[in-house]
């Protein structure tokens, strides 16, 4: 998909307890954390992304695509591509899927390297993810 010269993307780590979201701009082609959201009782909490979706109008979703190490597809694929495709019904986004592989090590191991440890870590690492998942759309799609 092309993207608008300036448009603002919001991107989703997927997890059945918290979802990871960032924040990214398409001139500044720079992925930012922005929050991590708790999910009640394994339900997508769709009433908080709507309130994201309505402060930074994005003309972009992404939603990280958890696979194994070798590609293939396990439980949770399935799961994040349910919760991409109830984002582009509810919100009337387009949205892209991105491999996800390693993200979440990716971002803690990023965390630490920042001095984060513990809880703290553990607080940021779902939007730390999300950082990472949307950095990588951003960096295919030049």
């Given at each position: 998909?092309?993207?608008?010269?300036?448009?603002?993307?919001?991107?989703?780590?997927?997890?059945?307890?918290?979802?990871?979201?960032?924040?990214?701009?398409?001139?500044?082609?720079?992925?930012?954390?922005?929050?991590?959201?708790?999910?009640?009782?394994?339900?997508?909490?769709?009433?908080?992304?709507?309130?994201?979706?309505?402060?930074?109008?994005?003309?972009?979703?992404?939603?990280?695509?958890?696979?194994?190490?070798?590609?293939?597809p396990h439980a949770m694929t399935a799961r994040a591509r349910g919760?991409?495709?109830?984002?582009?019904?509810?919100f009337g986004c387009p949205v892209a899927l991105v491999d996800e592989?390693?993200?979440?090590?990716?971002?803690?191991?990023?965390?630490?390297?920042?001095?984060?440890?513990?809880?703290?870590a553990r607080a940021k690492r779902d939007e730390t993810a999300a950082?990472?998942?949307?950095?990588?759309?951003?960096?295919?799609?030049?």
């Amino acid at each position: 998909m092309r993207k608008k010269p300036d448009a603002t993307v919001l991107a989703f780590d997927f997890g059945t307890r918290r979802i990871g979201v960032a924040v990214a701009n398409t001139v500044t082609r720079t992925a930012q954390p922005l929050t991590t959201l708790a999910a009640i009782r394994g339900e997508t909490p769709l009433a908080a992304i709507a309130e994201l979706i309505d402060a930074w109008q994005p003309s972009q979703l992404v939603v990280g695509l958890p696979v194994h190490a070798d590609g293939t597809p396990h439980a949770m694929t399935a799961r994040a591509r349910g919760f991409a495709r109830a984002l582009e019904a509810s919100f009337g986004c387009p949205v892209a899927l991105v491999d996800e592989r390693w993200s979440s090590e990716a971002a803690t191991q990023a965390l630490r390297d920042q001095g984060h440890g513990g809880r703290d870590a553990r607080a940021k690492r779902d939007e730390t993810a999300a950082q990472i998942i949307l950095q990588a759309w951003l960096d295919e799609a030049q």
